[in-house]
C-alpha cells in the first residue's frame, strides 16, 4: 500500500508542529560541523507533551493522531520497498521502538538489537531479540542518514547472525546524499518524506516562509559549491 501524498502532508505539519521539525533562530550545528538551517530529531515522536498541549500549539489528541499518522507512514513505506523483507530491525536505541511500530502497521516481523550487557550475569543474551532463520532478509528502520555509520554498523549486526541486510526505511531524507550513500552500499532505500516535500507542505500551510526557504537554498547551494551532493529541488 503506497503512502498517500495527503498522509504525507499530514504527517509532515505534524513534524513541525509535534517540534520534530524545525527552524531555529541562527540554525543548529550538526555533527558534520556544517550550520543547518533546520533539523530533525525524531525522538520525542512517541511521547505527549503536556506544554503544547497547555498553549494550544497541539493537543494532547492532535499528538496521538501524528504518532499514529506517522507509525501508518513508516509501515507504508516499508510496504513500498521492491525488495522483499522478511523482518524489520530497529537499531539500539533510537530506532528500537518507533521502528517497531512501523513494523506492526506493516504487518511485519519485527527485530531488534539488545544493548551490550557486560555484568550481566543473568537471563540470555541473544544480540539482536526476536525469532529469525539464517538466510532470512531484513529491511532496518531509523529517523535519519549523514554518512551511513550507523548504518553499516547494524548491518554488520544482522550479518554476524546470519541474517541479511536489504534495505533501509527512513522517517526524513536531508537529501543530502545520504539515500545514494545507501544505495552505493547496496542497500533499497525510502522515506516517509524528504525536504522538498517537505518544504512545500510547510509553505502551503503556513508553517514557514520566504525567509526559511531562501535559507535552505542558501545551505544546499553551499554544499554544491563543497562539491557535496545536494537532491534539494523546491521550487516555489
Do not use: C
Request: proline share 3%; aromatic share 8%; no cysteine.
Amino acid at each position: 500500500m503506497a503512502l498517500p501524498e495527503e498522509l504525507e502532508e499530514k504527517i509532515v505539519v505534524g513534524m513541525y508542529d509535534r517540534g520534530l521539525l524545525g527552524f531555529p533562530d541562527g540554525g543548529i550545528i550538526l555533527k558534520s560541523g556544517r550550520n543547518s538551517p533546520y533539523y530533525y530529531n525524531d525522538r520525542p515522536s512517541l511521547s505527549v507533551s503536556a506544554e503544547l498541549d497547555r498553549s494550544g500549539v497541539m493537543s494532547r489528541q492532535n499528538q496521538l493522531e501524528f504518532r499514529s499518522d506517522l507509525a501508518k507512514g513508516f509501515g507504508a513505506r516499508f510496504l513500498e520497498l521492491s525488495v522483499h523483507i522478511d523482518h524489520v530491525f530497529g537499531k539500539a536505541q533510537a530506532a528500537t521502538a518507533p521502528a517497531a511500530l512501523g513494523a506492526y502497521e506493516a504487518g511485519i516481523s519485527y527485530l531488534w538489537e539488545r544493548i551490550d550487557e557486560p555484568d550481566k550475569a543473568y537471563g540470555s543474551h541473544q544480540k539482536i531479540e526476536g525469532t529469525y532463520e539464517a538466510g532470512e532478509q531484513v529491511g532496518l528502520g531509523d529517523d535519519v542518514v549523514t554518512d551511513a555509520a550507523s548504518k553499516k554498523q547494524g548491518a554488520s549486526v544482522l550479518t554476524a547472525e546470519g541474517l541479511v541486510p536489504v534495505s533501509v526505511t527512513l522517517k526524513f531524507d536531508r537529501q543530502e546524499g545520504g539515500i545514494q550513500t545507501l544505495e552505493e552500499l547496496g542497500f533499497e532505500a525510502n522515506a516517509v518524506t524528504d525536504l522538498t516535500k517537505a518544504t512545500g507542505f510547510l509553505l502551503g500551510n503556513g508553517r514557514i516562509g520566504n525567509k526559511e526557504i531562501d535559507l535552505l537554498y542558501a545551505y544546499h547551494q553551499g554544499l554544491i559549491d563543497e562539491g557535496l551532493v545536494s537532491t534539494f529541488a523546491f521550487t516555489a
